[in-house]
């Protein structure tokens, strides 16, 4: 059975994971930083060393292919990939993965001469964790970008997107170009770490994802009074970070209870104004975000935390503005993408289990266009989104080899 | 009987309102910064236009007298004072009313010959905001000042005293120069605008302030961990910023039922790490703070906060972190000051009525080194702090005249 070498895609992680490397372990590698164009000129580098065709669209995603008319619609590819940005603090494996996994793939199938009927690539997707927009190159490849909207998009900071596509010899104008018919690609499957606990509790190695689930933003501002923190009398004070406070914790608790343990919610932004140790805030912003797998669950639990903002808003003497940042839909996984890694994964001998992914990828965006899926490998205590995300290495191997096979049965 | 001259007092206040000038009324004009400086070269230029000495002593306070042998011990001056630094978005009156109002009893004495036995002088106490530290000014000329932290100072953005004290030609090593002996001060009295509703309510034009709120304030860093908010299952995150939440919801009612409402509480800065909407908190930061006009109840309320901040963290999985940041005693006014402001305001035609402040000043500190005391003027709907603080023509008609009375009273 053909094999990859592992060698070589341990070297690639090793080489990836310095860009943006932290002292302590991990990386920050946010898309469209200076570490971020550094690893994209090394993945190009690598790509074309492997013998590959390599190029970059103009939404800034990097390619490489077994043969350069991929993605022309009378001969469709098989696609795989990932991406190679990260969350700030983030570790070495949570795109990387799947985007050196699948380079390997393909250099191991060019190497070894493995028979392929279609024309084969991997996609390093730019943004997935979306600094300045959540799962950008995908969306962009997919069609499912709002281009008009573009100038709009900034980070968190307020730096703008056209400012760093400028900044990094892109045009943001022609974003709309990396758009690619449905007919120029046939499936795609991407390898990750699973990020969660399931498959090491379950002493699996292989999870087969049945759906991703959708993920829907909102910015919720409670708008109250700045005061004197001394001078007002406690009862007339209108503070708008302790509605936001208690919105946080009754939403959590509301999420998890209603949604049986299925969906999850995190408040990570939050923001209060003016900011100072002796004035009542007058303004408490936070982001919510919540997921599950079921579109109609998703829906239902959004509307009773908007009833929630109200409520609290109300009690409190302040008002709140909800304003959706960004929503994705739970995607379903093509049965014969799953089909493909399960029976890759038997072929190896190895044990799979279904699941879901908790966690939104550009997979989801694939979905959309064409018959797409993916592979989870076990993450250690399941960490991710931290320095210490880990993976053992028999998991990687493992991991890659069924990608391998996955992608031959695709391509036959 | 002698008067102010209120065209005089209204045109500096107007003036004084024009550096750091928001467009929508109020003021930013934080200790150091360049709107700062402008108005203290504005000022001094004021005092010696009014027939007085001025001068600037070396922590940054501004002084101007009769005589310029003012703060010699053997001949004590009587001193009044406010402050010209405002909070973020603050009003025109918080401090400027108490240091124009002062400047403006220094001239009519001195324009109308006015019999004074002892000198007269008045201040412009830097900082008492407390951008880089609270009171610091008034610190400074009592000896309340540790001057070997003074390089330690920042503000919350970071920001050092010693960098700003340098930009604006001073030095940070001559701080403790400001310091004056006991004997060279005979009493201090301030007028400031009442900053709560109490007044207003009660229809009386001057209060008489007897004590003054002991604040103290403390950071509290919830510690919990950085995970992926779609991927690690709910019931295992340790989330910093819910803790936080929690805490801060918990302590407001803590302190309101347990000071029987005569404390208040404030969490006013609120910072998350890593502050991005798919990472769980892995940190929650807040400055907490609390106000009462009694030494016992305010050790009390933070002992209970500090047992309150353990069992949340300890219930929520994290740690915390609980480091002082600044503390203050509550301080009693001196008797023979408020009677003489009681004197004055009777012989005015003026009701008045005792109350304690439940803001910080820089009488505080003078009342650890001579007689000290305040009077207050009614604000309109209790508001301060913020860009519409308002308080009619003729109150601070009437209280800048009550203070012309005080201060002969005091000199005689």
Redesign the interface.
């Known amino acids: 059975m053909a094999q990859i070498s592992f060698e070589r895609l341990k070297r690639r992680l090793r080489e990836l994971a310095r860009f943006g490397a932290l002292g302590g372990g991990g990386v920050t590698r946010p898309a469209w930083s200076p570490q971020y164009e550094e690893a994209r000129a090394w993945l190009v580098g690598e790509i074309k060393a492997a013998g590959l065709d390599a190029w970059v669209d103009p939404a800034g995603n990097v390619f490489g292919a077994t043969d350069i008319s991929a993605f022309a619609d009378d001969r469709p590819a098989v696609l795989t990939g990932s991406h190679i940005d990260t969350?700030?603090?983030g570790g070495t494996l949570d795109g990387a993965l799947g985007v050196i996994a699948g380079l390997e793939c393909l250099h191991a199938i060019v190497e070894q001469r493995l028979p392929h009927a279609r024309p084969l690539a991997v996609a390093a997707w730019i943004d997935e964790?979306?600094r300045y927009g959540s799962l950008f190159g995908s969306r962009a490849f997919c069609g499912l970008l709002d281009t008009a909207k573009v100038p709009e998009l900034a980070a968190?900071d307020g730096e703008r997107l056209v400012d760093v596509m400028t900044r990094a010899g892109f045009d943001p104008a022609r974003v709309g170009e990396a758009r690619v018919n449905r007919a120029a690609v046939s499936s795609y499957v991407e390898l990750h770490i699973?990020?969660?606990?399931r498959l090491e509790e379950a002493g699996v190695p292989i999870g087969v994802v049945e759906a991703i689930?959708g993920?829907r933003?909102t910015r919720l501002t409670f708008v109250g009074?700045?005061?004197?923190?001394?001078?007002?009398?406690?009862e007339?004070r209108r503070?708008g970070?302790?509605a936001?406070?208690?919105y946080?914790?009754k939403a959590?608790d509301l999420?998890?209870k209603k949604s049986g343990?299925r969906a999850?919610?995190?408040?990570?932004?939050?923001?209060?104004h003016?900011?100072?140790?002796?004035?009542?805030?007058a303004r408490?912003e936070i982001?919510h975000?919540m997921?599950a797998p079921d579109p109609g669950m998703l829906e239902r639990l959004w509307k009773d935390c908007r009833a929630l903002a109200r409520r609290v808003a109300r009690r409190r003497g302040v008002t709140v503005d909800v304003v959706p940042?960004s929503a994705t839909s739970p995607a379903a996984c093509a049965p014969r993408v799953q089909a493909a890694v399960a029976d890759a994964a038997r072929d190896a001998g190895l044990a799979t289990t279904t699941l879901y992914?908790?966690?939104?990828h550009d997979a989801q965006n694939l979905a959309t266009m064409t018959e797409a899926g993916m592979l989870f490998i076990p993450?250690s205590g399941?960490?991710?989104?931290?320095i210490d995300e880990w993976s053992a290495p028999e998991a990687i191997e493992r991991g890659a080899n069924v990608l391998l096979g996955t992608l031959l049965r695709l391509s036959a």
Chains 1, 2 share one sequence.
């Open positions: 969350v700030p603090e964790e979306g968190v699973e990020q969660g606990p689930v993920i933003r009074q700045a005061d004197h923190a001394g001078t007002t009398p406690m007339r503070d970070f302790l936001a406070a208690e946080s914790i959590r999420v998890v343990g999850v919610t995190n408040v990570g932004v939050v923001r209060v003016p900011g100072v140790s002796n004035i009542v805030p408490g982001i975000e997921r940042q992914s908790a966690a939104g993450s399941g960490r991710s989104h931290r």
